[in-house]
């Protein structure tokens, strides 16, 4: 029954399409299936590309439904900039739902932008649907290490070069005034948490891990049993007697996600409940990547700062 609802939702957006004025087509458009990926991508684009985003900000990517405004967005688009990982695998139906084969997997128009980056959590032995289907090839939200981000917009880059080869010095000279521009970013977010370095601490999802690294913090568990899988009564007792011996002060929770969970173990714990944006756009004001780090990074120190 849901099959035949998205085609007749994807018909129905190809019928609108053929209504769309011209106008909309005078810069070529390219889609980011993430908003960590949009705002990077934006940045090397300046204002030479549109650049689309094919999900709403502070909207959880890993429980997508598609949508026929998102079918309209992939058929125009020349390129789509995606996670490489399976974080954003609903992007497959919308791109075969709109007729746009130049944006398949594969596809010289395709960017994978998490080649060449050092990937953790991959699962060991077999991978299948119970351990949870949303980080299938380890952990996907490898941006918020911001020494991610050279070899990500590398990746951008490379890949638009390719398509649009007249932009590629454009696209490399905002590249590397955007990279001037996060590392002393880095520079002030590093200085901000040194204080806090070797602080335990728990989260609702496992978004974290590139982030706990770059900064020097120590996961002591996450909620979720699993990537995706709400937590079992089991699980979080075990995660509760880990938090009181290891004294956790603050349980990061993505702001997409109801509260009920953390503050359970909030009370349970005497830690508490942070709700935080997971990607760039989830805070109003926070759309482009340094200005979500700045937000993520000032919000985590002074819970951490605070009695
Ligand atoms: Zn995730």
Do not use: C
């Not at 990937?119 to 980080?135: F, I, N």
């Not at 005497?270 to 759309?287: D, F, H, I, K, Y």
């Amino acid at each position: 029954m849901r099959r035949s609802l998205r085609v007749s939702m994807i018909s129905a957006a190809v019928a609108l399409s053929a209504f769309a004025p011209a106008a909309a087509q005078a810069k070529p458009s390219v889609v980011a299936t993430l908003p960590d990926l949009w705002a990077l991508t934006a940045a090397i684009a300046g204002a030479s590309l549109e650049i689309k985003l094919a999900t709403r900000f502070g909207q959880n990517p890993h429980d997508m439904e598609i949508r026929p405004s998102q079918i309209l967005l992939v058929s125009r688009a020349a390129a789509l900039v995606r996670n490489g990982l399976e974080e954003d695998a609903w992007i497959d139906p919308i791109v075969e739902g709109a007729g746009n084969p130049k944006l398949l997997r594969g596809s010289p128009n395709v960017v994978e932008s998490v080649r060449g980056v050092q990937v953790l959590k991959v699962p060991t032995g077999p991978v299948d649907r119970s351990l949870g289907d949303v980080h299938p090839l380890g952990n996907p939200h490898y941006t918020l290490d911001p020494a991610n981000i050279p070899l990500v917009t590398a990746n951008i880059v490379a890949g638009l070069s390719r398509l649009f080869p007249d932009l590629a010095g454009t696209f490399e000279t905002n590249r590397h005034a955007f990279l001037e521009k996060v590392a002393a970013a880095d520079r002030r977010w590093k200085s901000i948490l040194a204080p806090y370095r070797g602080a335990k601490v728990v989260s609702y999802h496992d978004s974290w891990p590139y982030f706990y690294r770059a900064f020097g913090f120590v996961e002591v568990g996450i909620e979720e049993d699993r990537p995706g899988i709400p937590p079992s009564p089991q699980h979080l007792s075990a995660l509760i007697r880990r938090m009181r011996d290891e004294k956790v002060k603050v349980i990061l929770l993505e702001n997409w996600y109801p509260g009920e969970v953390s503050n359970f173990v909030a009370r349970d714990t005497g830690a508490r409940v942070l709700a935080v944006p997971q990607s760039p756009g989830a805070v109003r004001g926070t759309e482009d990547y340094i200005s979500h780090m700045d937000y993520l990074v000032n919000a985590i120190a002074k819970a951490l700062g605070s009695p």
